[in-house]
């Protein structure tokens, strides 16, 4: 999956919708062609206001590119069974997005990709960087600077605060204008079409 950086804009929605597309379609949706720019285009991911994405939006754009989603929401979940529940689309190979408070105590609501995961950590591709390059966020022990996909990486306990911390209202600009979103929302991006669908999917 390319990785691509959103720079300074509030676009994480859609680059991170672009980074699901080329999980699925490669060959169309890569750096020099359907990048996380092109996917910005409102015509193509839709926003609220200055880039910022609700679910309603993803869900939007999945459908204008032929694709599956849903807003799943597993905030009714106890904590084990909420991760266990998004790494089962993981390990059915779908890429998932999910929303998250990045720095905790601030106003930073932010989409991600989680691409994978290993005994206590969590890949994603994050167009916004790696956050937790304050050594006062890291947990001892834990190796951040190297995962087998992916640019950025969590323990199992930091993505799930972040995840659970996310439910707020979206600022968008002064007054707050846009709608509220539930806590622990994800998103798995699969293609409509019939072929990855079923058990005869290949």
Same mark, same amino acid.
């Given at each position: 999956m390319c990785?691509?950086?959103?720079?300074s804009?509030?676009?994480?929605g859609?680059?991170?919708?672009a980074?699901?597309?080329?999980?699925?379609?490669p060959?169309t949706?890569n750096?020099?062609?359907?990048?996380g720019?092109w996917?910005?285009?409102?015509?193509? $991911?839709p926003?609220?206001?200055?880039?910022?994405?609700?679910?309603?939006?993803?869900?939007?754009?999945?459908e204008?590119f032929?694709?599956?989603?849903?807003?799943?929401?597993a905030?009714?979940?106890?904590?084990?069974r909420?991760q #266990?529940? &998004?790494?089962?689309?993981?390990?059915?190979?779908?890429?998932?997005?999910?929303?998250v408070?990045?720095?905790?105590g601030?106003?930073?609501?932010?989409?991600k &990709?989680?691409?994978?995961?290993?005994?206590?950590?969590?890949?994603?591709l994050?167009?916004?960087g790696?956050?937790e390059?304050?050594?006062t966020?890291?947990?001892?022990? &834990?190796?951040?600077?190297?995962?087998p996909?992916g640019?950025?990486v969590?323990?199992?306990?930091?993505?799930?605060d972040k995840? #659970? &911390?996310?439910?707020?209202?979206?600022?968008?600009?002064n007054?707050?204008?846009?709608?509220? $979103?539930?806590?622990?929302?994800?998103?798995?991006?699969?293609p409509a079409?019939?072929?990855?669908a079923?058990?005869?999917?290949?």
């Amino acid at each position: 999956m390319c990785w691509h950086t959103q720079g300074s804009t509030n676009n994480c929605g859609a680059y991170s919708f672009a980074a699901s597309m080329n999980y699925w379609y490669p060959c169309t949706n890569n750096f020099d062609t359907k990048n996380g720019a092109w996917y910005a285009d409102t015509s193509r $991911v839709p926003d609220i206001i200055n880039g910022a994405r609700t679910p309603s939006d993803i869900s939007d754009a999945a459908e204008r590119f032929a694709m599956q989603t849903r807003e799943s929401n597993a905030d009714s979940l106890d904590k084990a069974r909420a991760q #266990k529940l &998004v790494k089962l689309w993981l390990t059915a190979g779908i890429p998932v997005m999910i929303l998250v408070e990045e720095d905790m105590g601030v106003m930073s609501l932010h989409w991600k &990709v989680i691409t994978g995961y290993d005994e206590n950590r969590m890949f994603y591709l994050n167009s916004g960087g790696d956050h937790e390059n304050l050594l006062t966020n890291r947990t001892p022990g &834990v190796d951040y600077d190297t995962a087998p996909v992916g640019n950025d990486v969590d323990t199992e306990d930091q993505w799930y605060d972040k995840w #659970k &911390v996310a439910g707020s209202l979206i600022v968008g600009g002064n007054p707050i204008i846009a709608p509220s $979103v539930d806590p622990c929302i994800f998103m798995p991006i699969y293609p409509a079409d019939t072929f990855f669908a079923g058990t005869d999917a290949q």
